[in-house]
T-cell receptor, first 112, second 111 residues
């Protein structure tokens, strides 16, 4: 069974731009969560989707948004990029809410 | 809210045993998970404890004491490839049920 896939793997943007990251969960998994990982802050929860609905949200500004499609694939969008948004963005999928999460390889975003 | 504490760095000798501790504070509790992350890689799931006691998976074991809000990951017969960061994570069952990660323990294995 294929694992979680994320595209793109690497991305370079400039301040003020916006970016969309994509995540395809493991087949059969209906829950997708997004995390931001930085050296200083560790793994920070962004949001979790289940059945196309956002179920949980972390403490991030409204510039960070996401959505989930009927096939469980998910996208997250960051608008008006700031230098501090440079991070590894990880997507994790699970069968359902509260189940073990399996991570994708991440998207490395660099904001210049 | 939730908070977890774990040591930032641990060094151990190849072939030895090492224990990585995790203490947590949370409103409500589902269980404690452990993840391994190599440099440049994604976190990979190692183990999950919902009840008190020891769970063994090969060279790795994980322990939980709910009354003490404490758990640990035990790695035996250490190999060089075990050098990585290890994260404990807790999901609460109260309110916003997000998965909260500790800050990670960087384990370095020396020959």
């Amino acid at each position: 069974k294929a694992g979680v896939t994320q595209t793109p793997r690497y991305l370079i943007k400039t301040r003020g731009q916006q970016v969309t990251l994509s995540c395809s969960p493991i087949s059969g998994h209906r829950s997708v969560s997004w995390y931001q990982q930085t050296p200083g802050q560790g793994l920070q929860f962004l949001f979790e989707y289940f059945s196309e609905t956002q179920r949980n949200k972390g403490n991030f500004p409204g510039r960070f948004s996401g959505r989930q499609f009927s096939n469980s694939r998910s996208e997250m969008n960051v608008s008006t990029l700031e230098l501090g948004d440079s991070a590894l963005y990880l997507c994790a999928s699970s069968l359902g809410l509260g189940d073990t999460q399996y991570f994708g390889p991440g998207t490395r975003l660099t904001v210049l | 809210g939730q908070s977890l504490e774990q040591p930032s760095e641990v060094t151990a000798v190849e072939g030895a045993i090492v224990q990585i501790n995790c203490t947590y504070q949370t409103s409500g509790f589902y269980g404690l998970s452990w993840y391994q992350q190599h440099d440049g890689g994604a976190p990979t799931f190692l183990s999950y404890n919902a009840l008190d006691g020891l769970e063994e998976t090969g060279r790795f074991s994980s322990f939980l004491s709910r009354s003490d809000s404490y758990g640990y990951l035990l790695l035996q017969e250490l190999q060089m490839k075990d050098s990585a960061s290890y994260f404990c994570a807790v999901r609460s069952n109260f309110g916003n049920e997000k998965l909260t990660f500790g800050t990670g323990t960087r384990l370095t294995i020396i020959p």
